[in-house]
């Protein structure tokens, strides 16, 4: 069971969780909602097209210029205050690694803390405690924020995620974080070659019979990119393929940038599951 | 005696988990459940149902059998399931809230005059007050969408059956010709023939009405009653 501002969910319910970037320079939409006006838009666009969730973010994965804490917060506290404000029941998430901006976006009424670098700074669970809110806690082989991966090897890397992202929720839950709001993430690409993600996606049941909540981050990522030759701008039909076997195999968030697309391959996959209806079933029965 | 008789058709979308998020067959259903809460305000002893199936017999019970159209739920056992022109009809009584007493036979479909002369003599002698349930569809061929395609004949076969239920003329039912009934897959025609034979032995007049009659995916539903009454 999954529990996100006060909501609860049953296994069986896939949420979309749609990222909404504050930056200029993320990989994918390349400062599209840097500004503050087509930032709230994208947020209206996603409600609307049945995101459960927004990730928030203030910087980007990849290298690059260094982001302080001040500039991470000078870019999403005020954005996040906002988006509380005209979306009272909308479950935001916010994507850092930071615990002082954790904490001010938790103030602005944020209700999960994506820990997207896997606990590099052991006091983000802390807060995500003190505050209530859910914590996403994610596998990176324990590699530094902003760096990509460089001749990564693991003996088992779906090991190593299921034993890192468990007891990184272990150690949230023992701090006073809901169990029910705690979720593990192996982190396709952080700290992992293509290889890696590939497997990561074909074990993913390993993960999630852990019975913690699965999140996964897809969308549009290199080890789809690379898996396909395609560059940025021609991989929704990989990570939808990705993402239709991990909703067989029983992840229950997705981070993604299409909410559209990714809503049908969840309801089509938990029709093909048994655990959704369709939505009109006549052929073949009148 | 044969205190009314009801008509239903029995398109596996009338089983509700079925068709999916929607509802289709909402209205069809709507009439179904008000052709039998006028039946069973007759108070019958039993209520008879007789519906088409690969082969005559009678059914004591078994499950409706969702399972082998579709579904998610418990796959019952096949010998369990009842045919679906039974298993419908089971469903169509539970959701009208009748729980008395229930008898069920099927007709073949290809069954013979002599055959539906029989079923329906052994209907109309049987003693106390009965309820007719005829579980029957028209014809499956009226559009290029159809289940079997577009067959021109289907409209005028259909409507043939049509003015004799709205009438309460079973000799109309009688004179269904099998052959053409059966190219165009007019699912009820045996039991049309059953519900004509045992109306005509019980020699009541009854008060036709016509509740339903379209065919909203190609296939011809009609929902009819025939209580007893001074004609």
Avoid at chain 1, 57 to 62: E, L, P, Q, T, V
Avoid at chain 2, 91 to 120: F, I, N, Q
Wanted: proline residues 5%; aromatic residues 6%.
């Amino acid at each position: 069971m999954l529990r996100l501002r006060g909501r609860e969910y049953g296994a069986d319910t896939a949420l979309v969780m749609a990222i909404v970037n504050r930056t200029p320079d993320s990989f994918y939409d390349k400062g599209a909602t840097w500004d503050d006006g087509p930032a709230f838009e994208r947020v209206r666009r996603v409600v609307d097209e049945g995101a459960d969730i927004v990730d928030i973010g203030g910087i980007k994965a990849a290298p690059g210029e260094e982001i302080g804490a001040d500039e991470e917060k000078r870019r999403i506290v005020d954005f996040v205050a906002g988006v509380r404000a005209e979306f009272p029941d909308l479950v935001i998430s916010v994507d850092t690694w930071r615990a002082s901006v954790g904490r001010a976006v938790c103030e602005a009424g944020a209700d999960l803390l994506n820990d997207a670098w896997g606990g590099y700074d052991p006091g983000l669970a802390e807060v995500a405690a003190e505050f209530g809110v859910g914590l996403v806690c994610t596998h990176t082989g324990g590699v530094t924020p902003r760096t990509r991966p460089h001749r990564v090897h693991y003996e088992d890397v779906v090991r190593d995620a299921v034993d890192r992202t468990v007891a990184l929720a272990e150690r949230a839950v023992s701090l006073g974080v809901d169990p029910a709001s705690a979720l593990i993430d192996p982190a396709h690409d952080f700290g992992k070659n293509t290889w890696h993600s590939l497997e990561l996606t074909r074990r993913l049941g390993e993960m999630t019979s852990t019975g913690w909540p699965v999140l996964v981050s897809l969308s549009n990522k290199d080890f789809v990119g690379e898996t396909l030759d395609l560059p940025v701008g021609e991989r929704l039909t990989g990570t939808l393929a990705a993402t239709a076997v991990c909703a067989w195999l029983g992840a229950q968030v997705y981070r993604v940038h299409e909410v559209v697309e990714t809503r049908q391959v969840l309801d089509m996959v938990a029709a093909i599951r048994g655990v959704r209806p369709p939505a009109r079933t006549v052929r073949g029965l009148a | 005696m044969i205190v009314g008789t009801v008509v239903c058709p029995h398109p596996p979308l009338l089983l509700r988990e079925l068709t999916g998020g929607q509802d289709v067959a909402a209205e069809l259903r709507k009439a179904c459940t008000e052709a039998l809460g006028a039946l069973t305000a007759l108070t019958p002893d039993v209520v008879v149902v007789v519906g088409g199936h690969d082969a005559p017999g009678e059914h004591a019970g078994g499950a409706v059998p969702v399972r082998g159209f579709g579904g998610t739920g418990e796959r019952a056992p096949r010998e369990r399931a009842l045919p679906l022109s039974l298993g419908v009809a089971r469903r169509l009584l539970d959701g009208a809230g009748y729980s008395g007493p229930v008898e069920m036979l099927t007709v073949a479909w290809d069954a013979s005059a002599a055959e539906t002369e029989a079923a329906g003599a052994r209907i109309a002698g049987r003693s106390g007050r009965v309820g007719l349930l005829v579980m029957g569809d028209g014809g499956a061929r009226r559009g290029l969408r159809a289940p079997g395609y577009l067959d021109e004949r289907a409209f005028g076969f259909d409507e043939g059956i049509r003015r004799s239920l709205a009438a309460g003329d079973w000799t109309g039912l009688l004179g269904l010709d099998p052959g053409p009934a059966e190219e165009l897959m007019v699912a009820g025609r045996a039991a049309f023939q059953v519900m004509g034979h045992a109306v005509a032995f019980s020699g009541t007049l009854v008060r036709p009405e016509l509740l339903y009659a379209d065919d909203p995916f190609g296939v011809m539903y009609f929902v009819a009653t025939w209580l007893r009454g001074t004609g």
